[in-house]
């Protein structure tokens, strides 16, 4: 464990190689999580994806955060309100599931790649509590468009996604996209 703080001048390369701005943000980050006691690995993550971050996006007041990182042939989620990580190992999974724990904390998503450069960013999005929503769901039979007044099956997801997006449009409604588990894939707006 590193008992000292990096400086300008005596820094990993990963931090030595970002801009000036983002360079200081990081440094003070990975040197606030060194103080915390973290490992310098996760100090200098955590530091680097908080500076991009705070650039690239708005960040909530506490300056959280939820993050995927690859990690030699899988990747983790993490916050820098928790030490706990999760694993899996596709990008796909580990967005997906980082998107859903990201909306149920109220935090953006950061996806970040091996050097901690931001990969994409996602805003939380808030699904409003409505009666007028329709959801694109797959069931035991294929896929649905399920509303207000029953569902209608799709031969496939595209088609249900279209007829969604055409019914959005005539009745004034939100529409929901669900992965094939359940999962909310995509929250869009009315049309």
Same mark, same amino acid.
């Given at each position: ?11 990993? #390369?990963?931090? *030595?190689?970002?801009? $000036?701005?983002? @360079?200081? +943000?990081? /440094? =003070?980050? %990975?040197? #606030?999580?060194? *103080?915390?006691?973290? $490992?310098?690995? @996760?100090? +200098?993550? /955590? =530091?680097? %994806?908080? #500076? ?140």
């Amino acid at each position: 464990m590193r008992t000292t703080t990096w400086t300008q001048s005596d820094c990993p #390369a990963a931090i *030595a190689e970002l801009r $000036p701005a983002i @360079r200081s +943000l990081a /440094l =003070g980050y %990975a040197n #606030a999580h060194l *103080a915390a006691g973290q $490992p310098e690995e @996760r100090a +200098l993550t /955590l =530091g680097i %994806a908080r #500076a991009f971050a705070t650039d690239a996006i708005e960040l909530p007041p506490d300056g959280g955060a939820m993050y995927v990182h690859p990690v030699d042939d899988h990747w983790i989620i993490f916050s820098d309100a928790d030490e706990d990580t999760l694993t899996f190992n596709t990008l796909e999974d580990a967005a997906r599931r980082g998107a859903e724990l990201a909306h149920a904390g109220h935090l953006p998503l950061v996806v970040l790649t091996a050097d901690g450069a931001i990969l994409e960013t996602r805003d939380v999005v808030a699904v409003p509590h409505s009666e007028n929503i329709l959801h694109v769901q797959h069931t035991v039979t294929g896929w649905v468009l399920r509303g207000p007044n029953g569902q209608i099956p799709f031969p496939d997801k595209w088609a249900a996604v279209t007829a969604a997006r055409a019914a959005s449009v005539n009745i004034g409604a939100d529409v929901i996209i669900h992965h094939d588990d359940g999962s909310v894939a995509d929250y869009q707006g009315v049309y």
